[in-house]
């Protein structure tokens, strides 16, 4: 059965930095492409970033772009979003997601997600 | 990038209506679209992917369809369990982009 877990959130002050994190079972982890979704309270869908089963072909929204990085660990199963300067905007549940094949897809697989909120 | 635009936004129907929310795109994606239902409180799911390939393990009433910037999502026949958000997604280029979500209430 596959899983994913997100952990990491919580709250941070404007222009602070979180990392999340995403740990994945029951699949082979090494062959299929990771994303990071969010979604702000009470709106729609954002695709935030991927990444490659490789890991050297990564992927970010403009709107996140030069603030955050993902990156992952074939040899944990893991997935992280390292995300700096952050804004009020960035305030959302991240979900964790995985890809249906190993390289441009859909998703197949989600987290739960975990909640980011930046504020003073 | 590429814009993707949901319509409509609400949707009002009762159980056992034919429904239909259409994506369209700001270029062509070719049939790279998924369509995910989300239920508050939840992760998506996948329910139809390539534009009208059925996710496993999903009603037949649910059917995409449509190719190059036109694509459609069909509920045949509305089940107390469908009335959720549903939001399209182009895996055709990065960055994805999601429609902005239809609603679909009871009416």
């Known amino acids: 059965e596959v899983q994913l877990l997100e952990s990491g959130g919580g709250l941070v002050q404007p222009g602070g930095s979180l990392r999340l994190s995403c740990a994945a079972s029951?699949?082979?982890?090494?062959?299929?492409?990771m994303n990071w979704v969010r979604q702000a309270p009470g709106k729609g869908l954002e695709w935030v970033s991927g990444?490659?089963?490789?890991?050297?072909?990564?992927y970010y929204a403009d709107s996140v772009k030069g603030r955050f990085t993902i990156s992952r660990d074939n040899s944990k199963n893991t997935v992280s979003l390292q995300m700096n300067s952050l804004r009020a905007e960035d305030t959302a549940v991240y979900f964790c997601?995985?890809?249906?094949?190993?390289?441009?897809?859909?998703?197949?697989?989600w987290g739960q997600g975990t909640l980011v909120t930046v504020s003073s | 990038d590429i814009q993707m635009t949901q319509s409509p936004s609400t949707l009002s129907a009762s159980v056992g209506d034919r429904v239909t929310i259409t994506c369209r795109a700001s270029q062509s994606i070719s049939n790279w679209l998924a369509w995910y239902q989300q239920k508050p409180g939840k992760a998506p799911k996948v329910l139809i992917y390539?534009?009208?390939s059925l996710e496993g393990g999903v009603p037949s009433r649910f059917s995409g369809s449509g190719s190059g910037t036109e694509f459609t999502l069909t509920i045949s026949s509305l089940q107390p369990d469908d009335f959720a958000t549903y939001y399209c997604q182009q895996y055709n280029s990065y960055p994805y982009t999601f429609g902005q979500g239809t609603k679909l209430e009871i009416k």
């Open positions: 990444i490659y089963g490789g890991g050297v072909s990564t």
């Open positions: 390539k534009a009208s």
């Open positions: 029951g699949f082979t982890f090494s062959t299929y492409g």
């Open positions: 997601a995985k890809d249906a094949y190993s390289s441009a897809s859909f998703v197949d697989y």
